[in-house]
């Protein structure tokens, strides 16, 4: 269950909600299918599949909430072609023309028409709340993705402050010094293998390089001509394997193979047991992560 991609956000009020009254909240807006007519359907779900009620699973503080996301397929493709037939007979029957407000009501009625039939896509986002430490990090590849979930979330309380972290230093221009001189790396972090760099001039200037040690020459050059570090496979505290962007979000996490022996030693034979284990053990590494994410930029940013 551990988080693939995140993104983190700060809290900037405290997050007071016990157990019982965020699973409470969380119970007027459960997902349910969507009807024949509804093209999409968003909802809370459990976090952990053996505990179906359990929408707000809580442990030591830790809060992980769920959302599950619906949506009709209909191909473009598929749409065009029914209104285009629609189309052609009215103006073959009726011997006139047919303009776009009225194909855009042709349009509707065939969307209306199309959905008891259409299959569904299901899509589900899990977030991790640290109400002491001030974070919430969604599982998302996307900002969208993210957003979407928070949106729900706040939409269901009432009220959600948060911020992206804003940090005084450019990531994209520390990550490209850390690679440029050697020492400049911060404790804790050590570079692996892999990068993007852009080019700063000529737009969709990209050099993707992976598996390759990126001290050679000629990995340095793209560095003096002027290109800058956008992603960065990273190892932390010799616990996770990360790729950060220079949007600070994360992608492709990995736990390392110390911290994957750790955790075989520490299984748990029940399965909810397991959950909560990896879902502490994720708590504390992040704890950890976010604020040295935070620090080797330069520290928070403070803006008026």
């Not at 009726?94 to 896509?121: G, T």
């Not at 996307?142 to 230093?169: C, F, M, N, W, Y």
């Not at 050679?216 to 616990?239: C, I, M, P, S, Y």
């Not at 992608?251 to 502490?280: G, I, P, W």
């Amino acid at each position: 269950m551990w988080f693939k991609n995140v993104i983190f956000y700060r809290l900037t009020e405290a997050f007071e909600y016990t157990q019982e009254q965020l699973q409470e909240k969380l119970l007027e807006q459960t997902f349910t299918p969507c009807k024949s007519q509804e093209l999409s359907r968003y909802g809370w779900v459990s976090p952990c599949r053996l505990l179906d009620d359990v929408l707000a699973h809580q442990v030591h503080g830790m809060f992980m909430v769920a959302a599950r996301k619906e949506e009709k397929i209909l191909p473009g493709a598929v749409i065009k072609e029914a209104v285009g037939e629609k189309i052609a007979v009215i103006e073959h029957e009726q011997a006139r023309k047919v303009y776009k407000k009225e194909k855009d009501q042709l349009k509707d009625e065939v969307v209306l028409d199309l959905l008891p039939r259409a299959f569904s896509k299901f899509q589900q986002t899990t977030a991790l709340i640290l109400p002491s430490l001030g974070w919430i990090a969604v599982d998302a590849s996307s900002h969208k993705r993210a957003e979407e979930l928070l949106s729900h979330l706040r939409g269901t309380l009432g009220s959600l402050p948060i911020v992206l972290p804003d940090v005084q230093q450019s990531p994209s221009a520390v990550m490209s010094n850390w690679l440029e001189q050697d020492d400049s790396l911060p404790e804790g972090f050590e570079v692996l293998d892999e990068c993007e760099l852009r080019d700063n001039v000529l737009e969709g200037g990209v050099i993707r390089i992976k598996g390759q040690q990126l001290e050679d020459e000629e990995f340095v050059a793209h560095l003096e001509a002027g290109k800058r570090v956008v992603k960065l496979a990273l190892e932390w505290d010799e616990q996770l394997k990360i790729v950060l962007q220079d949007d600070l979000s994360i992608k492709r996490l990995k736990l390392s193979e110390q911290l994957q022996e750790k955790m075989a030693d520490e299984a748990a034979e029940d399965e909810v047991a397991q959950f909560d284990t990896d879902m502490v053990q994720m708590g504390l590494e992040f704890a950890k992560l976010f604020p040295a994410i935070i620090k080797a930029f330069g520290g928070e940013a403070k803006r008026p």
